[in-house]
């Protein structure tokens, strides 16, 4: 079967092997336009984030998609909130649990914690950073759907998982006949 498949793109002329490639363009390119309307419709840069560990269980576990919005309101206690350190890559997810609002400058210091963690995130902040601030933060959390995420895990912790699916997508872009 597999074969037949190779035998019909060796048959497509270029102009059939050109059509089937802009479909992909076309699929990936509307993909990307997707998440860039829904970071504008969330005010986030990150609309959506994968949890990947199990420092906020029971409320989220490893691998629950968290949708984000980052409304102008300000941070409360209580707040789940997605935010990321400077000079680090991955956001972090974790709670509200102190604020300090400074009064004459209007800024808002902030201290996270996870729910699974016996300390606060201190240790996670940059050395001799004792809060984060609003801007540190990308979203707050508005809802989750559990375990969706694992894929992206999955392919994070197996990366030739992630190129043999990429490789499947783009070879059955190009043999499908539809």
Known sequence: MFEEEIRFLR??????LAQQILNFLMIVSSAL??????????NSESPIVVVL???MEPAFYRGDLLFLGLPDEP????????FKISGRDVPIV?????LHDERKTGKQYILTKGDNN???DRGLYNPGQQWIHKEDIIGKVKGFLPYVGMITILMN???QLK??????LGLYMLINRE
């Open 11 to 16: 048959k497509m002329s270029k102009r059939q």
């Open 157 to 159: 912790d197996y990366p």
């Open 118 to 120: 016996q300390v606060d």
């Open 94 to 98: 974790h709670r509200v649990i102190k």
């Open 163 to 168: 190129y043999a699916l990429i490789g499947f």
């Open 53 to 55: 560990s199990g420092s």
């Open 75 to 82: 941070v409360r206690v209580g707040d789940i909130c997605v």
């Open 33 to 42: 336009m997707v998440w860039k309307g829904l970071a504008l419709y969330t």
